[in-house]
């Protein structure tokens, strides 16, 4: 949600000071957002009721190179210094600092991290229950 605000948010005016950008992406809870991508991605095989080994040997590292939350955060920073400008940062900024946006972060930061295993693969056989279904020849793990 806080990327894709950032995004709506970015027109191309004059570029905002890294500095104020990464102090916004510290307000919002842009850390933990990055962080949940890469653990959702990591989990992948557990939410469809695998193991990590199944989608073959090299899962871990894959995502660990992919989902690189260091690269995508400079990836992040890049876009919006071209992008933002210092009145809309400034802005954004505010509201995210204020009482009800720090709530609102403090909730969203919660719920990318929440564990709920149960409600995961519960989803993952759902999505495997469908493919069977349909006869996707692709859906078997690596190896089987």
């Known amino acids: 949600m806080a990327l894709m605000l950032l995004v709506a948010l970015a027109l191309p005016l004059r570029a905002a000071?890294?500095?104020a950008l990464e102090r916004f992406l510290e307000v919002t809870g842009f850390d933990v957002a990055l962080e949940?991508?890469?653990l959702s991605a990591d989990s992948a095989p557990e939410m469809l009721g695998l193991q990590s080994e199944d989608f073959g040997s090299e899962w871990?590292?894959?995502v660990r190179d992919v989902f690189d939350t260091e690269l995508m955060h400079d990836m992040a920073m890049d876009i919006l210094a071209e992008t933002l400008s210092d009145d809309l940062l400034?802005?954004?900024a505010g509201f995210y600092a204020s009482d009800?946006?720090?709530r609102l972060v403090a909730v969203e930061n919660k719920a990318h991290m929440a564990e709920d295993d149960g409600l995961k693969a519960e989803s993952g056989a759902a999505i495997i229950a469908g493919l069977e279904?349909?006869?996707s020849p692709g859906w078997r793990p690596c190896g089987a």
């Open 90 to 92: 400034d802005h954004a």
């Open 100 to 102: 009800l946006g720090q």
């Open 60 to 62: 871990s590292r894959l």
């Open 36 to 38: 949940s991508i890469r």
């Open 133 to 135: 279904r349909i006869g």
């Open 17 to 19: 000071d890294r500095g």
